[in-house]
């Protein structure tokens, strides 16, 4: 099993930045593909970013698409998002997923979940 703990949400003007981060713990974590999804009020959870195992391969849903940047540190067992040019429609809860298969877009392939972390955009 893979604990997840998300970390670095908070309140941001639109255009802004913010950089969320994910600590792993309770497995090897380079063994997991990771994903980054959300969740805004009233909708489901959705993709946003996926790192393959040794961070060599990034994956983004269309509305990230060079804005946001996925990473991760295998030392240290933590992944990140870094997210760039934010809009008001960015908010949501992020959510970091931990999936031992390979990369993924779909929320069923992810076993492992964090318990969120709370991005608000402002106009």
């Known amino acids: 099993q893979l604990q997840l703990v998300e970390s670095g949400g908070g309140l941001v003007q639109a255009g802004g930045s913010l950089r969320l981060s994910c600590a792993a713990s309770g497995r090897t974590f380079s063994s997991y593909s990771m994903g980054w999804f959300r969740q805004a009020p009233g909708k489901e959870r959705e993709f946003v970013a996926a790192i393959s195992r040794s961070g060599g391969s990034t994956y983004y849903a269309d509305s990230e698409k060079g804005r946001f940047t996925a990473s991760r540190d295998n030392a240290k067992n933590t992944v990140y998002l870094q997210m760039n040019s934010l809009k008001p429609e960015d908010t949501a809860v992020y959510y970091c997923?931990?999936?031992?298969?390979?990369?993924?877009?779909?929320?069923?392939?992810?076993?492992?979940w964090g318990q969120g972390t709370q991005v608000t955009v402002s106009t």
């Open positions: 997923a931990g999936n031992d298969g390979g990369s993924s877009t779909r929320r069923s392939s992810y076993d492992y």
